[in-house]
């Protein structure tokens, strides 16, 4: 079975805080992790995914397979940055099947 | 630049209807999913389709089922409405491989049943 964790429903810092969004993960084999971004009344949107290894609009995560995570992080919050944050997992390969946490809203206040 | 569209984006039916919820891609996508996102339980998968004619079950199937007659159109159906499937439906759809697996979604349709 696959399993995503998200700990925090809701997180608010102030602008320019650094902010840390946790996931944790379960999973047998050697998934793909994503991280997906609703803005207000926008649709849901991929954001970044682990294989990529690439910063996006200033955040980035990174996979730690020892502790089996995949924490999204971003040094200096903008108030842009307020939306519901959602960490994902597939199980690659063959196994298509595509597992949401319940999510994190972050705030940032200004 | 749509690119997945979910038929509508509101919905009132009434207990013990049939309701069918429509969703078209036009990015040649194989893999296609349905959702429900409700506050504080987040997304939870229903069914996917990995291809034409193939559903498999997600984590809350019950109650749902899913045609898949064409590659770019995935349809989920309530055969018997119920209030505790008042929600929010998301569709989406995503390559089975390739350099972007990125699952890409429509707008959602928010479901309710008096």
């Known amino acids: 079975a696959q399993r995503v964790t998200q700990p925090e429903k809701l997180l608010s810092v102030f602008k320019g805080a650094p902010v840390e969004l946790k996931c944790n993960y379960s999973y047998s084999g050697s998934p793909e992790l994503f991280w997906y971004v609703q803005y207000s009344r926008q649709r849901l949107q991929l954001l970044l995914r682990?294989?990529s290894r690439e910063s996006i609009k200033g955040f980035t995560a990174d996979l730690n397979k020892g502790e089996t995570s995949f924490h999204l992080k971003k040094p200096f919050a903008q108030e842009e940055d307020s939306a519901m944050y959602y960490c994902a997992l597939s199980g690659g390969g063959s196994n298509y099947k595509l597992t949401f946490g319940k999510g994190t809203l972050l705030t940032v206040n200004p | 630049d749509v690119k997945v569209t979910q038929s509508s984006r509101y919905l009132v039916k009434r207990t013990g209807e049939k309701v069918f919820l429509e969703c078209v891609q036009d990015m040649d996508h194989e893999n296609m999913f349905w959702y429900r996102q409700d506050p504080g339980l987040g997304l939870r998968l229903i069914y996917f389709s990995y291809d034409v004619k193939m559903k498999e079950k997600g984590d809350i199937p019950e109650g749902y089922s899913v045609s898949r007659e064409k590659k770019e159109r995935f349809s989920l159906i309530l055969e018997s409405a119920s209030t505790n499937q008042t929600s929010m439906y998301l569709c989406?759809?995503?390559?089975?491989?390739?350099?972007?697996?990125?699952?890409?979604f429509g707008q959602g349709t928010r479901l309710t049943v008096v």
């Open positions: 682990h294989i």
């Open positions: 989406a759809s995503s390559l089975a491989s390739g350099d972007s697996t990125e699952a890409f």
